[in-house]
């Protein structure tokens, strides 16, 4: 059973940092993409950042040059280290992944980790 974990999640004031960890365990031949996304209360869920097996990325306008998305293969671990943060950042992080498992090609979300920037 593939299993999405997400962890790092807190309350952290204005300018703040805070890092996010999503490991992913079961039998995983293959993690395509791994992602980040976010929802507040009221809001539709959004796209955060995204890296590719090869190791590319991609971040919503409003991250860029705050958040950095990373991956450790070898974990089978994807991370968002958020630096920079403000109030508007404050939301539930979901991780998303599209791998391969012994159960097929799927994607999966893990159950969220609640990020709340106030002061």
């Known amino acids: 059973q593939v299993q999405l974990v997400e962890s790092g999640g807190g309350l952290v004031q204005p300018g703040g940092s805070l890092r996010l960890s999503c490991a992913t365990s079961g039998t995983i031949f293959m993690i395509y993409t791994m992602g980040w996304y976010r929802q507040a209360p009221g809001k539709q869920r959004e796209l955060v950042a995204t890296i590719t097996s090869g190791g590319s990325t991609n971040c919503a306008d409003s991250v860029k040059g705050r958040f950095t998305i990373s991956r450790d293969n070898a974990k089978n671990t994807v991370y968002l280290q958020m630096n920079s943060l403000t109030p508007e950042d404050t939301a539930v992080y979901l991780c998303?992944?599209?791998?391969?498992?012994?159960?097929?090609?799927?994607?999966?979300w893990g159950q969220g980790t609640q990020v709340t920037v106030s002061s």
């Open positions: 998303n992944e599209d791998l391969w498992s012994n159960r097929g090609r799927h994607n999966y």
